[in-house]
């Protein structure tokens, strides 16, 4: 898990903001709700591709912001769920270490693959983004129209709700 603290001031609490990061190893056989929610009836050839293809994307990305929540004012949970947790998960003694030998291999080691890595999700009106190792930030995109016609986009609002401290 990782702590992010000293975000923006939050008047309400008249604090930082703060969130916790669970890290879940996330795999086929975990999935997520949209993939365990198949009836026990027959499906569409339609519907088991498109299991498939979120199947594909989820075994090439690195990790997802999964979900993120506002358990108490100013204060946030999100989780992200990676790969990289599963096989030590399901082989406690795989893994290189540092050494090169076998042996355990500590969390910060598996995770270090998405230090600099950041994982957004849109939740209604709000974006969240989780930056692994730096900070967590929530923030509105405005969408517009420029004077020649094209398309922009420009952070309206945003707060930091925690950084990691050094």
Partial sequence: ?????????????GQGRNTK???RCCGDQDGDDSDNSASKGSSSSAS???????SN???????????IREPATCSYEAVVCTPLL???SRH??????????????SA?????????????RQEGWWGYE?????????????AGIDAKGKATSRVAAEFVLGKVLA
């Fill in 130 to 142: 989780v930056c692994h190792g730096e900070q967590v930030r929530q923030f509105h995109v405005e």
């Fill in 57 to 67: 994307a989820r075994r090439a990305a690195v990790a997802t912001l999964a979900s």
């Fill in 1 to 13: 898990m990782d702590v992010f603290l000293n975000g923006q001031h939050c008047d309400e609490t």
């Fill in 21 to 23: 990061v669970e890290f």
């Fill in 92 to 105: 406690p003694n795989h893994g290189a270490g540092k050494g090169g030998g076998g042996g355990n291999v």
């Fill in 86 to 88: 599963c096989e030590a």
């Fill in 108 to 120: 910060l080691e598996l995770l270090e693959p998405l230090r600099g890595v950041c994982l957004a």
């Fill in 48 to 54: 088991r591709a498109a299991k498939k293809k979120r």
